[in-house]
Nanobody, 126 residues
Framework: VQLQASGGGLVETGGSLRLSCAAS????????VAWFRQAPGKEREFVAG?????????TYADSVKGRFTISRDYAKNTVYLQMSSLKPEDTAVYYC???????????????????WGQGTQVTVNS
């Protein structure tokens, strides 16, 4: 599946952004989908994940729990990451990723995913 990430930008501390991960070529609901981020000089880290099909299972990194929400729009073949109460430490390039065969217990591992979007920059000013 081809993924297109968008929605990044520059915001002030406490602000909000909504990232989109639009898919083409396949039905995204059949994929395990996650958001990762990578700050300069740091490793790529897991942010949030949503299970395939109903998407009833969702999980978040402790650092974003209660502030970020991952969701699906089946009609638009898109997964969103709603980010609120943003902090300077949220500054990073955000990537969406999809896996057709990955298992839920591995949702937080980059190696689970076959397909990656190009990344979108999020910068939070202090």
């Amino acid at each position: 599946v081809q993924l297109q990430a968008s929605g990044g930008g520059l915001v002030e501390t406490g602000g909000s952004l909504r990232l989109s991960c639009a898919a083409s070529g396949r039905t995204l609901s059949r994929y395990l989908v996650a958001w990762f981020r990578q700050a300069p000089g740091k490793e790529r880290e897991f942010v949030a994940g949503i299970h395939r099909n109903s998407g009833s299972s969702r999980t978040y990194a402790d650092s974003v729990k209660g502030r970020f929400t991952i969701s699906r729009d089946y009609a638009k073949n898109t997964v969103y990451l709603q980010m609120s109460s943003l902090k300077p430490e949220d500054t990073a390039v955000y990537y969406c990723a999809a896996s057709s065969g990955g298992i839920w217990s591995s949702v937080g591992l980059p190696g689970t995913y076959n397909d990656w979007g190009q990344g979108t920059q999020v910068t939070v000013n202090s």
